[in-house]
């Protein structure tokens, strides 16, 4: 179990803190407002080269290396092989899966002096299926589980929190590919349940959610969220049973037919459609205000772009002059752009991924003020889904139990009152839109659901044959046929993991590392490293290497109160204190504490090496 | 010492070939000419995304990290501290110390979304030295030596040769920082050391040179070279002595007056200056025909055009124009632009490195025809010395001893004969700029010199005050006085080191590994992998993993032949047969067969695992 998750090299287990280099800040750098990145500056575990561009320093860089050999231990356990592809990859392999187009600005693209395009890799499905592709020939190599730790860049506008959203990361990325869905679903909880173990071993409690794929296609997906007030992702949860979902894809219990609204059978009861004179009325607020009523009876219609649709909307309103095309020979068939209303109870939001997905389109965004007013030939504030011919209308599910609605006429100051859905319009399609929010029931058990904010550390999620086709992918059966193999996507963030490590574990003084992923395990201060002080210090830490344990030897010339600030600050679990004192005692002794507890302990000297050895490698689970 | 050089991890030990990625392959890609770059496709090490872009398969990257391991263990033993800075990094910083300017076209350049300048690291003195900067307080935090083990990329223009020659790299690189010259030499030497055992330690004979720091500036300078047939560099070597250096660099011993020409004390005895009619001819060749002489008579004169010269030229003739200025308020002052008239014996050639670092000048190259037209107010193949007014004339040392030469008279159709140096013509400057070429004379012992082909592996150099002066690097000394820190700058290349091992160790039927670097130590072949066969494969591989020997066994359904093919492809060094036969013996016993030898052995199967053990260890040095 020896040198066990540690990249093992000589001088490695025992450093003086003279040698090495570790320029603690006392002050907080200012545009650090989260622990982790104030704490990993003070620390002296990182710098800022440039905005989202950091360097690891030798502290930060061994805690760094701690959490890359768990996640690679944890991959190597369940059969998943290392490569190392580039960092820097050809166009070419994103143009043939048509993600060129559609990965946006984020994706850092180069042209080399040649005038080739290249890509600073932000994932790398395209490079590994290339690889795969040219080497896979049989059923016999399947299933095939491939991965690399590696460099990754994603242009963001605005990088921030430290290594929790920079620019360049590192990343575990993994890949399978198989004969068929049961093997897919097989590794699929594989890594479902290594990323269980990963994050537990590093001491995190993440929150593992159901999630949209976004721009990645896909079935079954989940992401490992950990709770933070600054998370990008809102997360859905079930106040009384398992379920989580990212809001994005979030759905909840249909609810029943509003108290103030009919039921199918009444519709006939409602009066026929009317056409009222609200002048001047161009929100929902407006109206609510000048009808007296509330935001739920009304049909918001809004009108959205999509960009590369791959829906089929042959024979859908509006779309006449439309056409599939592909933006290179290998990439898939898309409408480039089309424009689509979309219908929804007027308290609710439309979740533009939810959109997205429906449409089969890389990107949806509400569509320009000028658009909307060409495509609904009425001034702005009254499009409405009643005789809108122009567009395809998606209907989001609650405007279904709508039988008594109001929404705007298409023409100016006009709205329509005792709208009823499937009497006075029928929409072109209808499917689950709305953003789930706070309060809403839960799908599954009818509970609660509430909101947390999260950010996301690691993602699996089954791709299908979205790669694998586009790109070309096959292998022979047992029988001489020719196959698409399945595909799989899977990753982690190392540098936010290792920042959301120290989010769980810290306090006002410092870091509070855990065991498996402290840069050093224990820290030995002598009071004035000389004379018998420094003798002791020195055999301690020399009997500590003897059983692997990393020491971190304070040898500064510097007051106690410094050393104490500086070790809180660095986290480093075990704490040792060597005085004169203490060694003058009839029974020689040293203070030992753990970091994060409030008291220290006298350890007898004689026995103060092998008691942190069993405090250490009980810590370490070993 | 178990454990030493891997990079420890579950899973690591033994590996059925069926549950790994080696795709081997009979036929040699048509691209690779030399025998690494073949091997390690037919090995199924590596794999190719693009031009001068690899993928390391599973087994390549063993081999891999084994050599990242060594770099590892020997930097760490002399102190140096890892560090993690992006790959990716801002133009700014190369814009401060001038290189942003000066790195040419290899250097791939990048825009980011938000229009900021950026580079694919070629190298790293930029980026560490502005980590530093901000991190270094005081003369006690000196000397200071960082290293990164990390992508690199340079924009070759014609990758080949496998990852001899690649696009992307991982190299390591070293940054040091000293208060004295005591201490830059000193961190010189001990890297100079290390290195010397991490290219011993890979098993390979490397042939370290005195180098040209070319556009790297500074002074000492070592390069680790191994020969090979297709390297980019030209090494010079005595017969006699140690003396070794790169052409770029080397020089050798100055000649003795030639027999035909006159001692100085003879010059006086030199008729005049006397111009002869010459028409149409232009070259040495048509020359040494016309005068029925040979070309160590003449005084060849070339123009060549310098970039960004850092040398003082006020008052050289030629140059009332020029003015040094920046290219940006951190660059430091040069002449961007400027002619140089340089003189050498008609049968030596201009070493252009050697002229560049007399010049200090980021890039020298000849003159277009109309410059050297305009310059010379000459016809072309008539430029010479005597009466030169119009440019700084720079002379090779071999020019000071001619007495009695020939050369171009600056007028049509027309040379000057008995010209003596120091008489008819005296340089702006004198210094040594001649390629050396095998047969001169060792410049230590007079032993004569030859040459070879080389690849640098590694490169080892003092900067000075390059880096930390133009981009205002201080440290405050034990007065409280502010002083730049000297600084050393030292890579390996990984990918290239291990292409070399794979050079150096092979035969026909593929690699030889040494056992520090081999990718498995032990290969286990059982001739079908069933019954009591599969049981003894087993156990011996179980047996071995104890011992931390790593071992891949090939439990595949194929002929023995194949697998004995593919075993010699990888070139495991110890090949263990089990079959039937042999454990059917009174004693049972396996076949054991280093790779590379011509003859197996039996071992009995009581005793082969601790053989195996002693065998394999005994070779790793342990």
Redesign the interface.
């Known amino acids: 179990m020896l040198?066990?998750d540690?990249?093992?090299?000589?001088?490695?287990y025992i450093m003086l803190f003279?040698?090495?280099?570790i320029?603690t800040l006392r002050e907080v750098p200012a545009d650090a407002v989260i622990a982790s990145h104030r704490l990993m500056f003070r620390s002296g575990m990182l710098?800022k080269?440039?905005n989202g561009?950091?360097?690891?320093?030798?502290l930060g860089?061994r805690s760094?290396r701690k959490v890359e050999?768990i996640v690679?231990?944890e991959m190597?356990?369940i059969?998943a092989?290392?490569?190392?592809?580039?960092?820097?990859?050809?166009g070419?392999?994103w143009k043939e899966s048509g993600r060129w187009e559609t990965m946006g600005?984020?994706m850092?693209r180069?042209k080399?002096?040649?005038g080739g395009d290249f890509v600073?890799s932000p994932t790398a499905e395209e490079?590994v299926t290339?690889?795969v592709r040219?080497?896979l020939a049989s059923y016999?190599?399947l299933p095939?589980t491939?991965y690399q730790i590696n460099?990754k860049?994603r242009?963001e506008?605005r990088p921030r929190y430290g290594v929790m959203r920079g620019?360049?990361f590192i990343m575990k990325d993994a890949y399978s590919y198989h004969t068929d869905e049961a093997s897919l679903d097989e590794t699929y909880h594989a890594m479902g349940a290594a990323y269980r173990r990963i994050f537990k071993r590093c001491g995190l409690s993440v929150i593992p959610v159901q999630a949209d794929s976004g721009a990645m296609g896909g079935s079954d997906s989940e992401e490992f969220m950990v709770e933070s007030a600054i998370g990008d992702n809102t997360l859905i949860l079930c106040r009384d049973c398992d379920y989580a979902a990212n809001v994005e894809k979030a759905s909840c219990k249909p609810e029943a037919v509003l108290a103030d609204s009919l039921s199918p059978t009444q519709a006939s009861a409602v009066p026929a459609l009317e056409p009222i004179h609200t002048p001047a009325v161009k929100t929902i607020e407006q109206l609510c205000a000048f009808l007296k009523t509330d935001a739920h009876k009304f049909i918001k219609t809004l009108i959205y772009r999509a960009r590369n649709v791959a829906l089929d909307l042959s024979g859908s309103p509006g779309v006449g002059g439309l056409a599939k095309r592909k933006s290179s020979p290998e990439a898939p068939l898309v409408y480039p752009e089309a424009f689509f209303a979309v219908a929804i109870r007027g308290d609710l939001e439309v979740n533009e991924v939810k959109l997205a997905a429906v449409l089969k389109a890389s990107e949806v965004s509400l569509a320009a003020d000028a658009e909307v007013v060409r495509l609904t030939a009425a001034p702005l504030g009254f499009a409405g889904p009643v005789g809108l011919k122009s567009l395809p209308l998606v209907a989001d599910l609650t405007v279904t139990t709508m039988q008594d609605g109001i929404t705007g006429a298409l023409v100016a100051d006009t709205h329509y009152v005792h709208v009823v859905y499937g009497r006075d319009f029928v929409p072109w399609l209808t499917a689950d839109l709305r953003t789930v929010v706070s309060g809403d029931p839960c799908s599954l058990c009818g509970g609660e659901l509430y909101e947390k904010k999260g950010n996301e550390l690691g993602h699996i999620f089954k791709l299908g044959y979205k790669y694998t086709r586009s790109m070309q992918v096959s292998y022979l059966d047992e029988n001489g046929q020719t196959h698409i193999p399945l595909m799989g996507t899977y990753g982690i963030g190392i540098d936010r993991t290792l920042a959301s490590v120290i989010e769980e574990h810290h306090d006002d003084e410092g870091i509070i590392w855990p065991m498996t992923v402290a840069p050093y395990q224990v820290i030995i201060i002598p009071i004035t490293y000389a004379g018998p002080v420094k003798a002791l210090a020195d055999t301690l830490a020399a009997d500590l290497e003897q059983s692997r344990i990393e020491v971190l030897l304070d040898d500064r010339n510097e007051r106690p109160g410094v050393k104490f600030k500086d070790a809180d600050l660095m986290g480093i679990p075990y704490r040792v204190v060597v005085g004169e004192k203490n060694l003058a005692r009839d029974t020689p002794v040293v203070e030992v504490k753990r970091r994060g507890e409030a008291t220290f302990r006298l350890l007898e000297v004689a026995k103060a090496a092998a008691e942190l050895n069993r405090l250490v490698y009980r810590e370490l689970g070993c």
């Open positions: 040198g066990k540690v990249f093992y090299v000589k001088d490695y003279t040698q090495t280099f320029p710098r080269l440039a561009l950091f360097v690891y320093l030798p860089l760094f050999a690679r231990e190597n356990a059969g092989l290392e490569i190392k592809p580039t960092v820097v990859v050809p070419e392999l600005d984020a850092l180069v080399n002096r040649l600073v490079a290339s690889l040219d080497a016999r190599q095939l491939i460099t860049y242009d506008i620019r360049e």
